[in-house]
């Protein structure tokens, strides 16, 4: 067990559920009638338009909400899902300890049209490669292995990805699975708890690293073949971008948990229930934009 990152979590936990995450959350939690975006006052007529069905956007910095829209509306969040996925697997393993890929794990992701990292049964690789299976292409097949591996179970991590989201605060998030796939009914989650989430794992060093890696290659060893991924944000690479994670299902619609650094300022958003998945981009980069010079005033 990683004592440093089960002792950092546990800090951040009780910093989310309490007073740090929420001080610039209170004005926003008053429900506002359906589809209707809110945003800090000075800001709400120049706010670019959000056509996602919900949208929660923050500057993790101060705390300051920069726009809701239906931030507490129930939906699920498809492979955002895999945000927590990572974060338990880091309460409960080093990134140096390995695990090995087993058939169960890739036929579980050849199920169902779920994106795969295209991992090969009998492969070992450490946890912090399979975490990039996991972020970077989406892997169905790597959250299946680490959930295995760290339940131990895939059941039993359910189990801690739920307690995990109760400790950090997602009172309106529940867990079915480690990929986000509608297996199960799917689960679901709200635009506000998926930022306290995404808050969470920016939090983490190596959370943080992977979420914010383009590519990333694993040079074939006698424990297993190369690997090479991909990561599906086309957001990396623009001014500040670190991630986090992209979502789709025909239920979940697209999906995005988005975030940047700017001046002093770290903003992190989430978008869901988007229908087109360019626009889904385009409207995360637009609100970044709005976002730091709105901070700048």
């Not at 959350?25 to 359906?34: K, V």
């Not at 300051?64 to 509306?73: E, I, P």
């Given at each position: 067990m990683h004592v440093t990152h089960r002792l950092r979590g546990a800090l951040l936990a009780l910093a989310l559920a309490g007073g740090v995450a929420t001080a610039?959350?209170?004005?926003?939690?008053?429900?506002?009638?359906?589809?209707v975006v809110q945003a800090a006052p000075a800001h709400t007529a120049d706010a670019p338009q959000v056509l996602?069905?919900?949208a929660h956007l923050v500057d993790a910095s101060t705390g300051?909400?920069?726009?809701?829209?239906?931030?507490?509306?129930r939906r699920p969040v498809a492979s955002l899902t895999k945000m927590m996925t990572?974060?338990?697997?880091?309460?409960?393993?080093?990134?140096?300890?390995?695990?090995?890929?087993?058939?169960?794990?890739?036929?579980?992701?050849s199920r169902g049209g779920a994106a795969v990292a295209y991992l090969r049964a009998g492969d070992t690789l450490t946890v912090e490669d399979l975490l990039y299976a996991l972020m970077l292409p989406s892997g169905a097949d790597a959250a299946h292995t680490l959930a295995r591996a760290f339940g131990p179970g895939v059941e039993a991590f359910v189990d801690k990805m739920n307690a995990t989201a109760r400790q950090l605060g997602m009172n309106d998030t529940l867990y079915v699975n480690a990929d986000g796939m509608p297996y199960g009914g799917g689960g679901h989650s709200t635009a506000r708890d998926q930022v306290r989430l995404a808050q969470a794992v920016l939090a983490d060093p190596t959370l943080k690293k992977v979420t914010s890696t383009r590519y990333h290659t694993v040079p074939a060893t006698s424990e297993h073949r190369s690997y090479s991924w991909r990561n599906t944000n086309r957001l990396l690479g623009s001014y500040g971008a670190l991630g986090v994670k992209t979502g789709?299902?025909?239920?979940?619609?697209?999906t995005l948990a988005f975030a940047a650094e700017r001046g002093d300022s770290t903003l992190v958003g989430v978008l869901l229930g988007e229908t087109s998945s360019s626009r889904r981009f385009q409207t995360a980069g637009a609100l970044l934009d709005w976002a730091a010079a709105a901070a700048r005033r």
């Open positions: 610039g959350a209170t004005a926003a939690h008053a429900a506002p009638p359906a589809g996602a069905k919900a300051q909400v920069h726009l809701s829209k239906d931030a507490d509306l990572a974060y338990v697997v880091l309460q409960e393993a080093d990134p140096a300890d390995k695990v090995t890929v087993t058939s169960a794990d890739v036929s579980y992701a789709y299902t025909r239920a979940a619609g697209f």
